[in-house]
């Protein structure tokens, strides 16, 4: 088995995670799709989060991640959607005007 382990603790803490851009729009190909899998490669070692496995697909990113019990997984979340669409869109932005301001406000990347 393999855990993990704090001070006191051994922990084994996966989520299989699955998020899209808003109404599901065919926008992670190319080069936007190896910068978002960079970009979430980047922030997760900011948390000290382990991704097990993951894909990004044509219209949604998949992750398998082991997240340590002193992050709860909606404030993970919450970074990863809300830095990642940042570094995206200074990236790439034309984007802004296709995926709509709406998604920086709401959150729901």
């Not at 989520?15 to 065919?26: A, E, W």
Request: glycine letters at 6%; aromatic letters at 10%; proline letters at 4%.
């Amino acid at each position: 088995m393999d855990n993990k382990s704090l001070s006191y603790t051994k922990w084994k803490c996966q989520y299989h995670i699955v998020f899209i851009p808003k109404y599901r729009k065919k926008q992670l190909y190319g080069q936007i799709k190896q910068d978002v899998r960079e970009i979430i490669g980047t922030l997760r070692k900011y948390k000290d989060v382990e991704i097990v496995s993951g894909a990004v697909c044509i219209d949604h990113v998949h992750l398998c991640v082991a997240i340590p019990p002193k992050i709860s997984i909606s404030s993970f979340m919450g970074y990863l959607k809300g830095k990642s669409i940042l570094m995206i869109y200074d990236r790439h932005p034309e984007l802004q005007s296709i995926l709509g301001k709406r998604i920086l406000c709401r959150n729901n990347w």
